[in-house]
């Protein structure tokens, strides 16, 4: 009995076999796209490379308003040590810009993977105290 109504069992087996092989080539696709992101480290990894750092300024209105904490960044970081660009994770509003501004400014030591030097994910936090 065909499994497709209206088919044979010859055009179904073709029909399963190319769907098999797109879904394969897929999965393919996707494993190398996961791959080919940004090496994500750990926030002491990350810490320990940087090479120069800019602090953020403490905007007015948050100093009046006596707004403080902490803000959790993540800087994806090019071959060569510069921060390309500044997900904001968590953090009072505020202080976010502030916070994402400075890091943009930030230098690390390139990151290594398998020999060579590769774009990095690297978690930070950065506190905002009076």
């Given amino acids: 009995m065909p499994i497709l109504k209206g088919m044979n069992t010859n055009t179904n087996c073709r029909a399963f076999g190319k769907l098999a092989t797109v879904l394969v080539a897929s999965v393919f696709l996707c494993v190398g796209y996961a791959e080919d992101g940004p090496k994500k480290i750990s926030k002491s ?4 490379a940087v090479t120069s750092k800019v602090p953020p300024d403490y905007p007015a209105i948050a100093k009046q308003l006596k707004i403080e904490g902490p ?3 993540e800087a994806v970081v090019t071959e060569s040590g510069t921060v390309e660009k500044v997900n904001i994770v968590s953090g009072n509003p505020v202080l976010t810009r502030p916070a994402a501004e400075a890091l ?3 230098k690390f030591a390139p990151f290594t ?3 060579k030097t590769v ?3 690297v978690p930070v936090s950065l506190s905002f105290h009076m």
């Fill in 45 to 48: 990894e990350g810490m320990n």
């Fill in 71 to 73: 803000v959790e960044l």
């Fill in 104 to 106: 943009k400014k930030w």
């Fill in 113 to 115: 993977s398998e020999g």
């Fill in 119 to 121: 774009k990095a994910l």
